[in-house]
């Protein structure tokens, strides 16, 4: 039992570490070296210096991340509210003040027109109409697609697909945490066709299921038109 | 009573459990909340900082101060926006603070030049290099947001590296949600105007309310409705036709769904057409079979929709962009009045690559805003319009006549320009009559086709 809780817990704290590692990486865009036990080199010696002066460190400054460096580094991480893994990544390095390289930008102007595009939107699109509508017939699912896009276009909702599919309360399958599953194929091609303009709904803002809907507020829209199990209106 | 004891310890296990199950599910809604908190307020980063990036280069190729201006404000509001998303994901302050700092850095400095632009100013070398350097960060700040993106989804970052760390932080946060603050936030968010994205071709998000030149006529019934959604999907193509209940709305219309000849009703694939209950004109068809190869070429496919879209009485149409997903070439279709291309008379058609068959259209668009219209001389010449455009780009010789529709249902006549700067492409679109220039549209290439942004 002891055994496998150790293993546990020791997968797990790697797996935080990782995902920390990954995070740091991406917001630092840093080329910094990393650090850890048995890095040497101008670097460590600097390192150590840093933890003397500091008073973390009581060893030689001999320029190897040894035992006591590592002791040192993770005295430092926890001090710090960094996670104590005694490895210098570009989070511990920042904290040390240490100048942590950014990637440049070139110089010249860049084409940007790789970089904008609607995938993730349509994702996204798809993975909230794969929650609220995958047992529906394929028009069903472009009017769910459909009725969010009216909502980015009408004033009374947030403005992008982001923010009327994570508005709270709005749709039961982000709040069950439905939307997180692997969209399905048809919904994609139903959130690219809502993209793309199509309407079955003619404009519509709300749908509902007559046989599960809970809120009495909904009964008080007009119904526009009723597409598989739901309802839609205005 | 030697049972009492092991019954106690019974239900009191019982007991905990349920208890556990509670607190199991309680603390599963709490982090679908976080997280999907979490994720709204990363898409709305990444979306401004992809305005900010498409407004940036838009400034390389604008030419005149109205148009900087609205490009500044955009940039200086959308910084605003990404920096305040950023500051509110539970991502320590040290992995984003230089994020931050360029966002920040971003909106005052456009903030600055939209101010000096105001008094006539123009912008020096050193500024429009400084333009060009905050171009490219904020276009690599797009790629690694999408990069961490997709580790978001896949890696859960969110879940593992901030729920799990989080839990006491998140019943803090859950007493903090107000509904004040709530309801504030909110609010903010709407006062956040995002620059549309254009999907599918120049302006095909306008919509003429009210006015539906084409559809004032007589009402049809709903069969002589029935015989035109079979007419308009072919002979033979369609076994049985189904009413489903009517669609009122944007256009009030006869809905009806066909199952296709070779298959058996239930199974499969429908089509859906609706038919406009004035006049009778088809208003969309969705028709979402599998298209397992393609045997023609998207010319081919654009041959073929241009057939149809004659067959069924819509003449003067002009194909301007494509895109092309899976076996399936979706083609806008714009109106054409004598020489002037009409944007806001819009219609789509998909066209499988394998047969040639429509599998999709809508003309939503076309029948809410077509019309003769009366269109005057232009006072500018297209080489008098030139010279009022862009200063920096290359721009092509000679204009195209256009009419573009304004965020109030207007309609301006305009020049069309292609630009290019570097390595971009944009659209310029300058008033025919007074050279103001009236928008800039980014054209964006991708492997499925061409994005207007």
Known sequence: MRKIALAATAILL???????????????????????????????????????????????????????????????????????????????????????????????????????????????????????ARGEPYIGQVAIGAVI????????????????????????????????????????????????????????LYYWNPATATSKWIWSRTVEKKIGKHWFGN | MKYVLPIVLAIALIATGLWGYNQNQEREQLANFFMNTNQRLYYDLTGSVQSITTD?????????????????????????????KLSQLPIQHAQASKTEKFLNQVGDYTFALAKRNLDGEQLSEQELENLEALHNYSASLCQELQELHNSVFKGEVWLGELVGKANRKLNRQAKEENPVDVQFSKF????????????????????VKGRKPRLQGDKITKEQARKKAQEFLGEGTVKQIESAPGSTGRINTYSFEGVPKN?????????????????????????????????????????????????????NMMPTYTMRYDNVVLINYVYKQDDVVIYPDLIKIKIALDNGEVVGFDSTQFLTSNYQRNIEAPKLTSAEARE????????????????IPTDAYGEILCYEFEATYKQDKFLVYINANTGVEEKILKTVEQENGTLMI
């Open chain 2, 188 to 207: 903010e968010e709407r006062m956040v105007e995002y620059p549309e994205l254009i999907y599918d071709g120049p302006f095909s998000e306008h919509v």
């Open chain 2, 388 to 403: 009022k455009a862009t200063i920096r780009a290359q721009i092509e010789e000679e204009g195209q006549l256009c009419i």
């Open chain 2, 56 to 84: 940036l280069s838009k400034l390389m190729v604008s030419g005149q101060t109205r148009q900087n201006i609205i490009l500044y404000s955009n940039i200086w509001k959308n910084a605003y926006n990404a920096q305040e």
């Open chain 2, 263 to 315: 298959q058996t009703e239930g199974k499969g694939n429908p089509i859906y057409v609706d038919i406009s209950q004035q006049i009778g004109y088809p208003v969309y068809i969705l028709n979402n079979r599998d298209v397992p190869k393609a045997n023609i070429s998207p010319k081919q496919a654009i041959k073929r929709a241009d057939k149809f879209l004659n067959e069924k009485g819509f003449k």
């Open chain 1, 14 to 132: 790697a797996a935080c570490i990782g995902s920390l590692i990954y995070l740091d990486s991406y917001f630092n865009a840093a080329a910094a070296q990393t650090l850890y036990w048995g890095s040497s080199g101008a670097e460590v010696r600097k390192l150590q210096e840093t933890l003397k002066r500091w008073d973390y460190y009581k060893g030689p400054v001999d320029g190897v991340f040894g035992g006591g460096t590592f002791e040192a580094v993770k005295a430092f991480q926890r001090k710090n509210g960094l996670t104590a893994d005694g490895v210098v990544g570009p989070a511990t390095l920042k904290a040390l003040g240490f100048p942590v390289q950014a990637k440049a930008a070139p110089k010249d102007y860049q084409s940007s027109g790789k970089v904008v595009s609607r995938d993730q939107e349509t994702t996204l699109l798809a993975r909230a109409i794969t929650g609220e």
């Open chain 1, 149 to 204: 896009l009216n909502r980015t276009r009408h004033p009374s909702f947030p403005n992008t697909i982001a923010g009327v599919i994570y508005q709270p309360q709005a749709f039961t399958a982000v709040a069950d945490g439905q939307i997180n599953m692997e969209p399905m194929e048809s919904c994609i091609k139903a959130a690219r066709d809502a993209l793309n303009g199509w309407d079955p709904t003619g404009g519509c």
